[in-house]
């Protein structure tokens, strides 16, 4: 009876260590679920960058009321901005993408209609782009290379599909909040502390207190050494994973 209780206790000892074993192999190699599932798809957010540099970006879907204001503050400083028009905006206002354009700044696309592009079949998608982009195209003699969803919506399928157009997806890193209507003194304090190399600054043509926040937002950025730049000077050229590569922030990074 001994014996056999002693065989007992060793065979369940056994049986702990490899179980231990086992553990310790799946915790130290383990098991790869789904590797050939595809990365998420994301639009550039921000670049990296090693010195001080910014884009400021505004999006006009709808009110024209400081178009022009904005345009004569950007050219009092020598700031060069990204403008993202919707279509129909277009349709309403070509005088205004007519003065943006001369006055040195992009004009990139928005959408033709401010849809959701989730939405969108990438037939769809391909559709609102191109007549966006023709509309841009009559007035500024060049199709758009950039494009924001409305928004700030996507998935893979309208990355993919964006891209496949040689269209490179923009959002933002830095929000304003100008659209909530916040004080100029709140917009400029979100907008210079959360600033760094590389930064993309959201900001609408239409909001209410943009154009008195913009001129100190500007001026403080310039004594932090800030250089701005339009997006499409600021992202990284080439093809994405093969000259770079977007990491999990929406981060534009060179593959090394």
Known sequence: MRILVLRRRILAGVGLVLAAVSILRLVSHPKVVGASATTRQLPVYCVQADYPVVSLSFDAA?????TQTLIDILDKYQVKATFFVVGEWVDKYPESVKALHEAGHEIMSHSDDHAH?????PEQIKENLTTCGEKIEAITGEFPTLFRCPYGEYDDHVITTVRSMGIQPIQWDVDSLDWKDI????ITQRVTSRVGP???VLFHNAAL???EALPTIIETLL??????????QLVLPGEYGEDYTIDHAGRQCPVS
């Open 62 to 66: 709808w009110g024209n009321e400081d």
């Open 117 to 121: 592009f989730n939405s969108l079949t």
């Open 183 to 186: 004080s100029a003194s709140e």
């Open 198 to 200: 590389g930064s993309i």
């Open 209 to 211: 207190h943009t154009p």
């Open 223 to 232: 004594q932090e050494g800030y250089t701005f730049l339009p997006i499409s």
